[in-house]
């Protein structure tokens, strides 16, 4: 699918559903502050700007908004665990004669507390999961104030509380492996809908082996404070093309529970598919004395099965499940993605040629679930339960309700096949007792709950092994090449896991790499470790401790699983860990610190290396990749054979080194590595251009890359050398390097590097990122940070323990 026809396809599909026919989010003017108030009076009181009661200090902001978007990533400290206040005053307009004014939250970490001036309307545990709160008779009451005609000038005064502070009897726990951030980090949303309205509309829509016959049921529950007995619905399907093939209307004798109001025939319905994601619309409108409510649901009819000791089946033929990883978080703004940030995500991941998802380790925004129906990509969805052992009633009801609200509320999307029911649950640590028979227990109650709720989806979890038999469809812990054995013994101990479980599904696999980071002999450590101890990964011996973190070793991890699982017909499928860097409270150490590196693309979207490798391997339309677009120096000897790497998915591909031809070859993709595309030869000293020219059928691609090639040898680090590179749009770009005393670059230097800047310029930094940290470790003796200049002068300066300092003025 070309990306031109991804793009009107998500813009469309994202517009398609609409909760409430009037539904607007409160984005922008909103104050907040991040401390705890006194009380909510702090908050509200009548105070002119400038009086020493005006604090604390409200700063303004937009939503979404995490109050975690810096520090979760800053290097010299831990991130802020606590209470935020915010504060806005809206305009209330219903046009409803008994109308309710609902505040809908898509979002917000990890406890909520929500005021209507004085009072107290409603509170959600949970940082992951959907909520509404009627804020109808609060607005009433406050109406008869004098504060709302004198202070507020009309307008409803809203004050929200969030609080991401420790608590052991929530989850997740805080021993997970990703931070619990704080805020309304998704879009809050002003509803208003009439004295009777639809809550949720379930569809079910299913299909026949044959894929010939659909039907569809459709449930609405709906929302009736005044307890009206009389309504009607009018009920629509609109296929994929837009043509409206049922219509009807149904009188409600019933307003209360759970209502049937569908179960139709669709006859040769368009299936869903990752190639082809029909999607149809389900509408209804209510109506009742107060007005009408319209909602529109997307829907597709697909079949799928997990074959017992066998592959995975879509629409009754065998579909690989090519998958990745996502956890909700970026640079700068933390969970606070906007829906742009989330379609441009999305998009890369469809474009690299993924068909499956796992959305770990929480449920995750509607508009994730939305763009994998549109674009196709199958979804396993998880519920929090992560780590740190079992707690009490308090934390298993709230496990059981956040299990109940995935499932209700994603419970129409396509996508989704696999409601997951924990992480790594045999990780102790919360709480004085950690018994396996109480969390067996506990994850039956799960398991049945899950398929009570939906019994046409299976349930899955990852770790432990002690769990495996309760679940339909389970993951081992494998890491082949990373926290245990080495990445060519993969095949071998997947096969043993595969023949332990009904149905194996392999989740998380992978490594860190440090972007920027590249090497010559990346497979060093484990050769050389192999040919002494064949424990390696067992014992003292881990590629995760003792390599290099290169993004040269973890291609060539990637390239050899992902050629291997095109010669595994059992396999199911499997879902790389992870997509993109994200931020972690628990890695301070790493090259990029408090982030886990394990990304195929960095947390601002950068590219690494390794997404063309999957790119290589899955993507239908020809691309082609030289290794090294940012490994602008390579080294060795003069006259010293050297390999280059071509990442292609295209048949045939010729290399040119300086001008000249190295030959053509084609693309196998048993041919380890690079499948083939991979040329030896000599490079000259100083500067190299390569270009390749790829071919698939008639289309032809190139790619070209400029290296210097380093023949010099270096001694030990002996200096700093801090440079300007680029300078574009107000933004500088710095280089510091380190050198020998001959000044050469030490180009295996891996030291830590921390940048400090003096006067009016800002340092871009606190990103997660290789280039966006002012504490990082250095890759191939050099770092890179940015500056934004302002008016006035600017000094930079570099310190590395045991070197002098280096410094540039701007």
Not at 235 to 258: H, M, R, Y
Request: hydrophobic share 35%.
């Amino acid at each position: 699918m070309k990306k031109i026809s991804i793009l009107l396809l998500v813009f469309v599909f994202s517009f398609c559903q609409s909760k409430a026919q009037q539904s607007i989010r409160l984005n922008n003017n909103w104050e907040f502050v991040k401390t705890e108030l006194g009380g909510i009076w702090e908050a509200i009181r009548p105070i002119p700007k400038g009086n020493p009661e005006n604090l604390p200090v409200w700063t303004t902001v937009s939503l979404p908004h995490c109050y975690n978007a810096v520090d979760a990533v800053n290097p010299d400290g831990e991130y802020f665990r606590g209470p935020g206040w915010y504060r806005k005053q809206i305009n209330i307009n219903n046009p409803y004669k008994q109308g309710r004014t609902l505040l809908h939250f898509e979002g917000a970490g990890q406890k909520t507390e929500v005021y209507v001036y004085d009072t107290k309307v409603g509170s959600h545990v949970g940082g992951y999961d959907e909520f509404t709160i009627d804020i109808t008779d609060a607005i009433d009451a406050f109406k008869k104030t004098e504060a709302f005609t004198k202070q507020f000038k009309g307008n409803i005064p809203i004050t929200i509380r969030c609080d991401n502070t420790r608590d052991l009897e929530t989850i997740p726990s805080s021993l997970s492996d990703f931070n619990l951030y704080g805020g309304i980090y998704r879009y809050l949303n002003l509803q208003y809908v009439p004295a009777v309205s639809i809550d949720k509309l379930f569809a079910l829509a299913e299909v026949d082996n044959a894929g010939k016959v659909g039907s569809l049921k459709v449930n609405l529950r709906l929302h009736n404070p005044l307890k009206l007995t009389s309504a009607k619905v009018d009920i629509s399907v609109i296929d994929p093309a837009g043509k409206i093939i049922n219509q009807f209307t149904k009188q409600l004798e019933s307003l209360s529970g759970d209502i049937t109001v569908a179960a139709l025939t669709v006859k040769n319905p368009q299936l869903w598919a990752p190639d082809k994601p029909f999607l149809y619309t389900v509408k209804a409108t209510l109506s009742s004395t107060d007005g009408d409510f319209v909602q529109q649901e997307k829907i597709g009819f697909r079949n799928f099965e997990f074959v017992e000791k066998g592959p995975f089946n879509l629409n009754g033929k065998r579909l690989l499940l090519k998958g990745t990883q996502r956890h909700e978080d970026h640079a700068v703004v933390a969970a606070a993605m906007t829906e742009e940030m989330m379609r441009e995500e999305m998009i890369l991941i469809k474009e690299m040629g993924a068909n499956f998802i796992r959305l770990g380790h929480y449920q995750q925004s509607r508009i994730i679930l939305n763009l994998c129906d549109s674009l196709g990509l199958i979804v396993w969805e998880e519920i929090p339960w992560c780590r740190g052992g079992l707690g009490g009633d308090v934390y298993q009801s709230m496990a059981k309700r956040m299990l109940t609200n995935m499932i209700e509320q994603h419970y129409n999307h396509p996508s989704v096949i696999i409601w997951g029911l924990g992480n790594e649950n045999d990780w102790p640590g919360d709480f004085p007792e950690f018994d396996n028979d109480k969390i067996r227990a506990f994850m039956k109650e799960l398991n049945v709950l899950s398929h009570k709720l939906d019994n046409t989806r299976k349930t899955a979890i990852r770790r432990p092994e002690f769990l495996k038999d309760i679940v339909d469809v389970f993951s081992p812990s494998l890491w082949a090449g990373w926290y245990k054995a080495t990445y060519p013994d993969y095949k071998r101990i997947s096969e043993d896991e595969f023949k332990k479980v009904n149905h194996f599904l392999h989740v998380e696999w992978g490594g860190d790499s440090h972007a920027g980071r590249h090497s010559e002999n990346p497979d060093a450590v484990w050769k050389n470790t192999v040919a002494k101890d064949s424990t390696i990964g067992t014992g003292a011996v881990k590629i995760s401790k003792d390599g290099d973190w290169s993004e040269t070793y973890i291609c060539n991890l990637f390239d050899w699983h992902l050629k291997e699982q095109e010669t595994m017909p059992w396999l199911t499928g499997t879902a790389q860990w992870v997509f993109k860097d994200f931020s972690t409270p628990l890695r301070p150490e790493n090259p990029v610190p408090y982030v886990n590196q394990k990304g195929l693309v960095e947390r601002d979207f950068a590219k690494k290396e390794g997404y063309y490798v999957f790119q290589s391997y899955w993507a239908e339309k020809p691309m082609v990749h030289i290794y090294g677009h940012s490994f602008p120096i390579r080294w060795g000897s003069e006259r010293e054979e050297k390999m280059i790497k071509v990442y292609s998915n295209c048949d045939e591909a010729e290399l040119f080194l300086n001008g000249i031809s190295l030959g053509t070859k084609r693309r196998n993709s048993q041919d380890f590595p690079a499948a083939g595309l991979r040329w030896n030869t000599e490079f000259k000293k100083g500067n190299n251009t390569v270009k390749v020219i790829a071919k698939k059928r008639n289309i032809v691609v190139e790619d070209q890359i400029n290296f210097q090639y380093q023949t010099e040898k270096w001694g030990k680090p002996n200096k700093l050398m801090l440079e300007k590179i680029k300078e574009e749009n107000g933004i500088t770009t710095l280089q510091v390097k380190l050198l020998d005393d001959q000044n050469v670059q030490c180009l295996d230097a891996a030291n830590f590097i921390r940048f400090s800047l003096a006067g009016d310029g800002q340092l871009i930094d606190n990103k997660g990122t290789s280039s966006g940290s002012k504490y990082v470790q250095m890759y191939n003796g050099r770092a890179i940070i940015k500056v934004k200049m302002k008016e006035g002068k600017s000094t930079v300066c570099t310190v590395s323990k045991g070197l002098p300092t280096a410094c540039i003025n701007l």
